[in-house]
């Protein structure tokens, strides 16, 4: 590859990805598959060139549009809850592509992921980051993910990578029997929350306080 987003060798290379990894284990993410997807899903390709030698830090940082990228830990923690207990085939949703490093990730370890963000040019963007990584198994649409995406459901799971004040109903629909769904609940005091249906009953768990931007309805073009 090259390009600005792969100069400063360094900070970037495989080496600084496998020490974040190796954090992630420490951290006490287990599974072995979101660990192995994230050593190589290249961060740094994903973010501003002028944070690029931080990519691998773990840190939230910013990205166009006031949108932030989620730091590494938070992205393997809501795969790996997304993922226990998921069919190897799943057909998964996320809300807020920002810009694509976990739907990245996540294609790594699904069938296929359907990926839907608010702001037009920062889904763009993560377009042709996607593309530039020949990743295929993705959709992305622009749209508001308060609504899901009825025409491609169900969905095996759905993560949501900013905070609803309260679970939005159209996405529990749209979760097939067993599916399981992820996301950030609440305002100012967020918490990690993981949700799974099962016939007519949700169980629920709420996890880790986390610290997300807000869902916000209808789009920006
Ligand atoms: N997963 C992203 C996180 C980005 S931050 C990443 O790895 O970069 C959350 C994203 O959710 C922002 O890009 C924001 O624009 C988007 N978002 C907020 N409300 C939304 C909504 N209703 N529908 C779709 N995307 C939304």
Partial sequence: MSGPHHQGIGMTSPRTRERMVQRLGDQGIRNLRVLDAMLHVPRHVFVDEAFAQRAYEDAALPIAFNQTISQPYIVARMTELLLAGMPDNAKVLEIGTGCGYQTAVLAALTRHVLSIERIAPLLERARQRLRALEVVNVTLKCGDGYLG??????????????????????????????????????????????????GDTLLQASLEAVSFVPLLPGVER
């Fill in 149 to 198: 995406w009825e025409l491609e459901a169900p969905f095996d799971g759905i993560l949501v990578t900013a905070a609803a004040p309260k679970l939005p109903e159209a996405l529990v629909k749209q979760l097939s029997d067993g599916g399981v769904l992820v996301l950030p609940e609440g305002q100012r005091q967020q918490v990690l929350k993981v949700y799974q249906k099962r």
